[in-house]
């Protein structure tokens, strides 16, 4: 069965460096979705992405997050510039239709900012 | 302000038992509700979607019940296994609020014990 992968599982940085955390969405998948889920609270939405460009945005991501699918498979976030709150585990998800569809969730990538 | 609410927080049980889990939403204008299973450390994984007009889904031993008018979801979990210690996450979308229209609540930490 087709599912998203994310990459690395684990991130280690220093805070005030870049991180870019990779995703490869299902092929036939249209809607690409970023979302954070801090330690022990609930998952926050991001960013959703179609069409190459950003469809919608949350407060929380502001100027130092942004997005890219640099090729036909893989779906990217980048951190420019890490705090120690941005430490969460990042999903990445995708869906064949809008966000009334069911979303297929990567397994995250932990991020963790020293 | 739409808002997701679950209870209990955490609940323990043994092995083979039934157990029902809560939603209260106020998310309005409603257009479906989701419950998700998410592993730890792992992202969540749809269980149902349930839209207005649906009263009560299946999947496997997984069953949601929706009563939009009282705005109240339950899961109904049967006989118990192991593998169903995780996080149930209930998710509720607006009617076109795209991805940022997801609500997600806290979830629902479950521990099936031997």
């Known amino acids: 069965e087709p599912e998203v992968t994310q990459t690395p599982s684990h991130q280690v940085t220093q805070m005030g460096q870049e991180v870019i955390l990779r995703c490869v969405p299902i092929s036939n998948h249209l809607y690409f979705y970023w979302y954070r889920q801090i330690l022990g609270q609930k998952v926050e939405f991001l960013v959703s992405f179609y069409n190459n460009e950003i469809s919608e945005k949350s407060e929380i991501f502001d100027d130092q997050f942004s997005v890219e699918r640099p090729d036909g498979s893989n779906f990217t976030l980048k951190i420019r510039s890490t705090k120690l709150e941005d430490s969460a585990m990042y999903f990445c998800?995708?869906?064949?239709?809008?966000?009334?569809?069911?979303?297929?969730f990567g397994p995250g990538t932990r991020l963790t900012v020293l | 302000k739409n808002q997701v609410e679950q209870s209990p927080q955490s609940l323990i049980i043994l092995e083979g038992k039934n157990c029902t889990l809560q939603?209260?939403?106020?998310?309005?204008?409603?257009?479906?509700l989701r419950w998700y299973k998410q592993d730890t450390g792992r992202g969540p994984v749809s269980l149902t979607i349930m839209t207005f007009s649906e009263n009560t889904k299946s999947n496997g031993r997984y069953t949601a019940t929706l009563d939009a008018d009282t705005k109240q979801s339950s899961l109904h979990i049967t006989a118990s296994q192991l593998s169903d210690s995780a996080s149930y996450i209930c998710v509720v979308s607006a009617i076109g609020g795209g991805a940022d229209g997801l609500t997600f609540g806290k979830g629902t930490h479950l521990i099936i014990q031997p």
């Open positions: 998800a995708s869906s064949e239709d809008p966000p009334a569809d069911t979303q297929y």
């Open positions: 939603c209260n939403y106020t998310v309005s204008p409603f257009s479906n």
